[in-house]
């Protein structure tokens, strides 16, 4: 992520959560934040397109600053503390959900993650979220605390955590990777097998 990506990424925040970071923090951990890493997901140059905009969807644009040119549609960060990884935010644009990217997303920080030699990766989700929570569990997060009222919104967050530095891990991290790659191909071109996941 760059600054320049700041614009689209609120607005895809704005559109995926009720209480969104504001720009300025995310200027901030680019800037200043040396042990944060923060990456964009760009639209798929060739096959697979979004939906046609029309109508709400073109002032909805307008409104939110979503520029037509801009590639963005998804981002991922996180922070390195001691020998975690913690996941602060991850979102993909509502036109793009449920296709993978967002698991795509989730695998790069963790991939980031045993790079780093981390240990675990932890984040935090929301008491109601099980689609995201099953996706987590998939990639070995488990159920840790529950963090009452956390969001601005008074919902409980659950803190979700994945042992990551063991050779096990790293075998099924790449099954998982091979199996997203063989759906995302097969979304993009048709070639190769879908997985039949949902995520």
């Known amino acids: 992520m760059e600054p320049g990506d700041v614009s689209t990424v609120i607005a895809i925040e704005k559109l995926s959560y009720p209480t969104p970071w504001p720009a300025s923090s995310y200027l901030y951990e680019l800037r200043h934040n040396t042990r944060a890493s923060y990456y964009v997901l760009l639209k798929p140059p060739t096959g697979e397109s979004a939906p046609p905009e029309r109508g709400w969807r073109r002032w909805l644009r307008g409104v939110l600053g ?3 040119e801009s ?10 503390q001691l020998d975690e990884v913690h996941i602060s ?3 993909v644009h509502p036109d793009w959900r449920r296709r ?9 920080a963790v991939e980031q993650a045993l790079e780093l030699e981390s240990r675990c990766v932890s984040l935090e989700v929301r008491a ?28 409980d967050a659950w ?5 990551v530095y063991e050779d096990a891990y790293g075998a099924r991290l790449a099954r998982l990777r091979r199996a997203l790659e063989a759906r995302l191909r097969w979304q993009q071109t048709g070639v190769g097998q879908n997985d039949g996941d949902t995520i």
Not at 129 to 149: E, T, W
């Open 159 to 163: 803190l979700m955590e994945a042992e």
């Open 128 to 155: 109601s979220n099980q689609a995201a929570q099953n996706m987590y569990r998939k990639y070995g997060f488990r159920f840790k605390s529950v963090h009452p009222g956390y969001y601005r919104d008074g919902e």
């Open 89 to 91: 935010t991850i979102a």
């Open 100 to 108: 993978g990217w967002g698991e795509l997303l989730l695998l790069t």
């Open 71 to 80: 590639r963005v549609i998804g981002y991922v960060g996180f922070r390195l």
């Open 66 to 68: 979503l520029s037509r």
